[in-house]
């Protein structure tokens, strides 16, 4: 096995880069998910999970390393994070009243909770975060991190709820055969890393669940299979249109989930073309 790609998301949601190589340490990739949105309508930090057209902007990094975004709006525009009026157009393209936010210290936990529901009723907020018909079932929620309860995102990181997501060309591969009539495009399921393994079958990483994977020089322990949510169905562009099927078919065959959750045991480098060994 080895490294087809590595991902870098500068704004948490927004589409993301492939980068020849990134930095791992124990929080996770160097200069992944650095920024995120802030709803200034209900509170709290928000993910396409809530508003689904943040999936439809991509970000990248300037040349002053992670101080300052660039994002490209759907029609090319461009919004860089130092503009003074970044927030008024970053609104004004996702129809929602926001603003941009860098990451921010731990201790400020206030930053980090999570703001109020769309709705009074918690199992119907589940279902709408999480994208479930009514005779579907909900994740395991054991296997989050207990802070994520409380918190948008473990408090001094803007991820969802482990610092790194791996998937495979296997699983790309088996999504496309089962849903040739679904765009399957790697960005609808935003992994930092994907393994080339081969003609493989199926998903092989849900194997390495309890596993090592040494990957260049860094070491990770994958934690846990990664619960698929409503981000894997919205619409990402023209050529990558909202979907729920791909979301019903991973929910009911493959036990709701995509990709493997990991964390990060050794700090190290890791390149595309680095081989990929099982511990």
């Given at each position: 096995?080895?490294?087809?790609?590595?991902?870098?998301?500068?704004?948490?949601?927004?589409?993301?880069?492939?980068?020849?190589?990134?930095?791992?340490?124990?929080?996770?990739?160097?200069?992944?998910?650095?920024?995120?949105?802030?709803?200034?309508?209900?509170?709290?930090?928000?993910?396409?999970?809530?508003?689904?057209?943040?999936?439809?902007?991509?970000?990248?990094?300037?040349?002053?390393?992670?101080?300052?975004?660039?994002?490209?709006?759907?029609?090319?525009?461009?919004?860089?994070?130092?503009?003074?009026?970044?927030?008024?157009?970053?609104?004004?393209?996702?129809?929602?009243?926001?603003?941009?936010?860098?990451?921010?210290?731990?201790?400020?936990?206030?930053?980090?909770?999570?703001?109020?529901?769309?709705?009074?009723?918690?199992?119907?907020?589940?279902?709408?975060?999480?994208?479930?018909?009514?005779?579907?079932?909900?994740?395991?929620?054991?296997?989050?991190?207990?802070?994520?309860?409380?918190?948008?995102?473990?408090?001094?990181?803007?991820?969802?709820?482990?610092?790194?997501?791996?998937?495979?060309?296997?699983?790309?591969?088996?999504?496309?055969?089962?849903?040739?009539?679904?765009?399957?495009?790697?960005?609808?399921?935003?992994?930092n890393l994907v393994v080339d393994t081969?003609?493989?079958?199926?998903?092989?990483?849900?194997?390495?669940?309890?596993?090592?994977?040494?990957?260049?020089?860094?070491?990770?322990?994958?934690?846990?299979?990664?619960?698929?949510?409503?981000?894997?169905?919205?619409?990402?562009?023209?050529?990558?249109?909202?979907?729920?099927?791909?979301?019903?078919?991973?929910?009911?065959?493959?036990?709701?989930?995509?990709?493997?959750?990991?964390?990060?045991?050794?700090?190290?480098?890791?390149?595309?073309?680095?081989?990929?060994?099982?511990?």
């Amino acid at each position: 096995m080895d490294v087809a790609e590595v991902w870098q998301y500068p704004v948490k949601s927004m589409l993301g880069v492939r980068v020849g190589a990134a930095e791992f340490v124990t929080e996770g990739m160097v200069g992944d998910r650095t920024w995120a949105v802030r709803d200034e309508e209900r509170g709290g930090i928000r993910g396409a999970k809530k508003i689904g057209s943040l999936m439809q902007l991509a970000a990248r990094y300037l040349e002053n390393g992670f101080d300052e975004v660039e994002i490209e709006l759907p029609d090319g525009r461009t919004i860089r994070s130092s503009d003074d009026d970044a927030d008024d157009r970053l609104s004004e393209a996702l129809g929602h009243r926001v603003t941009l936010w860098p990451l921010q210290p731990p201790e400020q936990l206030d930053h980090y909770r999570r703001g109020p529901a769309d709705s009074d009723d918690p199992i119907a907020e589940l279902r709408q975060i999480f994208g479930r018909d009514e005779d579907e079932p909900f994740p395991d929620f054991s296997i989050f991190p207990p802070e994520v309860m409380e918190f948008e995102s473990p408090p001094g990181t803007y991820v969802d709820a482990f610092p790194v997501l791996v998937m495979t060309s296997s699983a790309l591969r088996s999504l496309a055969d089962a849903l040739p009539d679904s765009v399957i495009d790697v960005r609808r399921f935003r992994p930092n890393l994907v393994v080339d393994t081969g003609h493989e079958p199926g998903h092989p990483e849900f194997s390495w669940v309890g596993k090592q994977l040494r990957v260049g020089s860094a070491t990770f322990d994958v934690a846990a299979a990664c619960p698929r949510c409503v981000m894997i169905t919205r619409e990402v562009s023209s050529t990558i249109p909202g979907d729920r099927a791909v979301l019903r078919h991973v929910v009911r065959e493959l036990d709701q989930n995509v990709g493997v959750y990991a964390t990060v045991s050794t700090p190290g480098i890791v390149s595309t073309g680095d081989t990929v060994t099982l511990v």
